[in-house]
């Protein structure tokens, strides 16, 4: 591990046009949705969510327009086309001009829209597909965006970066609401490329499958170059404690985590992951682990996944090593 922090890597741009499906409706948003998945740097697990807006024919022929967006629960990394539901758009629009509406009037009213039965029940978010006028939208929780939306001045930062090109939304809970305020800034203002919703995440979206994937990318590319251009060398104060060669650290958590999994369990059996990256190690032998890594998640999504803080030990290979005591 060096002192020096190495700017992150970009998104990479996974579309191939020979494996995407040829029509553009519930298949390509099923790849689109499973390109953007496999980054969990764009999307952490079972969070997100994608949809499109196609033309299809009901059990009586007649054409209808069907908003199809993932399905609360499922995890876009490997969701398959039965993993969306389907919802007639005419029926879900006209909650646009309501002046509010709770989360179980708003579930309530989207169950009876179903377009087909069998399907999973809709995301809380999908009236934010709906309102968004475009064919094809993206919400992703990149971790580019998050670090900036999760900052104090991070409506200046936007604005330095993206310019008229994006718009801010306020932080409030997933909902009818929230919605409606970014259906109403996307309306408004027809040549917005984003939406960036404070401590949340971002709203993208294209007239194709292919143009929505791409543009989310280039949205959190530049975010990405923004911080990059902005890293400090030493950002938590530098090292604190130097890390161990691999194989001495392998050996010593092959003694340690049994204890630690043991110490865990409680009720039920815990399965312990070793994340031994250049960033995370950067992070915990830094001087400022100790104080930083008790101030809580920045991002309420983040919660979903973990407790507040995490449990933070001060101990260096060398008060210890040789032993696991």
């Not at 298949?27 to 949809?51: F, H, M, P, Q």
């Not at 309501?98 to 579930?107: L, Y």
């Not at 809709?122 to 064919?135: G, K, N, Y």
């Not at 815990?270 to 991002?299: K, M, R, T, W």
Request: proline share 6%.
């Amino acid at each position: 591990m060096t002192e020096t922090t190495q700017p992150r890597t970009h998104p990479v741009n996974r579309w191939n046009d020979a494996e995407a499906p040829n029509s553009d409706g519930l298949a390509s948003l099923t790849y689109r949705s499973r390109l953007l998945g496999s980054d969990r740097t764009l999307v952490n697990i079972y969070g997100g969510n994608t949809s499109t807006k196609s033309v299809e024919k009901d059990h009586l022929g007649r054409e209808v327009s069907v908003l199809w967006v993932k399905g609360s629960g499922s995890d876009i990394a490997d969701i398959t086309p039965a993993g969306f539901a389907g919802l007639k758009l005419d029926e879900v629009l006209p909650l646009f001009d309501r002046p509010q509406m709770s989360d179980e009037e708003m579930t309530a009213y989207l169950d009876r829209t179903a377009f087909e039965v069998g399907r999973p029940r809709q995301s809380i978010e999908t009236l934010l597909h709906a309102f968004v006028p475009a064919r094809h939208v993206d919400h992703t929780h990149p971790d580019a965006i998050i670090s900036i939306a999760c900052t104090p001045n991070g409506p200046e930062i936007m604005r330095e970066i993206y310019g008229e090109r994006a718009a801010w939304v306020d932080y409030i809970r997933p909902g009818f609401t929230l919605s409606q305020q970014i259906g109403a800034a996307v309306r408004e203002n027809p040549k917005l490329e984003a939406v960036v919703m404070g401590k949340h995440g971002l709203v993208t979206w294209g007239d194709t499958s292919k143009e929505s994937y791409e543009k989310t990318l280039q949205i959190i590319g530049e975010a990405q170059t923004y911080l990059d251009a902005h890293t400090e060398a030493q950002p938590f104060g530098g090292a604190k404690v130097q890390a161990l060669p691999d194989a001495e650290r392998d050996a010593l958590l092959v003694r340690v985590l049994p204890i630690l999994r043991g110490a865990m369990k409680g009720a039920r059996p815990v399965i312990l992951n070793v994340d031994s990256s250049p960033e995370a190690l950067e992070f915990v032998n830094s001087h400022a682990a100790a104080e930083l890594s008790q101030v809580g998640a920045a991002c309420p999504d983040h919660l979903v996944h973990t407790k507040r803080v995490p449990l933070y030990l001060d101990w260096a290979p060398e008060q210890g090593r040789g032993g696991a005591d």
